[in-house]
């Protein structure tokens, strides 16, 4: 059975001990902007920036003449080959490289 901690009580904290705090000396509107806190109007109209996933990674099974293609055409374009396969990919994901597949025989 799993037990309740009680929540610590600051403001029971003696003040001499560093604890305290002095509700008087609020920064006014130039501290503020010198510390880069936003005024309470603009905090609402702010945006989350998230930070960018890292990259995921992917297994492919290919052929060694594939590879080599690959490689070949990522010399040509001074690219790393991987760099290349990754921006194929994303090029056919967003739509933007079309592939038009025709069954043979």
Same mark, same amino acid.
């Given at each position: 059975?799993?037990?309740? !901690?009680?929540? =610590?009580n600051?403001?029971?904290e003696?003040?001499?001990?560093?604890?305290?705090?002095d509700g008087?000396?609020a920064?006014? !509107?130039?501290?503020?902007k010198a510390?880069?806190?936003p005024e309470?109007?603009?905090?609402?109209?702010m945006?989350?920036? !998230?930070?960018?996933?890292?990259?995921?990674?992917i297994?492919?099974r =290919?052929?060694?003449e594939?590879?080599?293609?690959?490689r070949a055409r990522a010399?040509?374009a001074?690219?790393?080959?991987?760099t290349l396969a990754?921006?194929?990919?994303?090029m056919v994901?967003?739509?933007?490289?079309?592939?038009y597949?025709?069954r043979?025989?």
């Amino acid at each position: 059975m799993k037990t309740k !901690r009680k929540k =610590t009580n600051y403001t029971a904290e003696p003040a001499e001990e560093g604890w305290g705090f002095d509700g008087a000396r609020a920064l006014d !509107r130039g501290q503020q902007k010198a510390a880069g806190i936003p005024e309470p109007a603009a905090v609402g109209k702010m945006k989350v920036v !998230r930070k960018p996933a890292r990259p995921a990674r992917i297994n492919i099974r =290919t052929t060694h003449e594939t590879i080599a293609g690959l490689r070949a055409r990522a010399e040509e374009a001074g690219l790393p080959y991987q760099t290349l396969a990754a921006s194929v990919l994303h090029m056919v994901a967003k739509g933007e490289l079309k592939l038009y597949l025709a069954r043979v025989g």
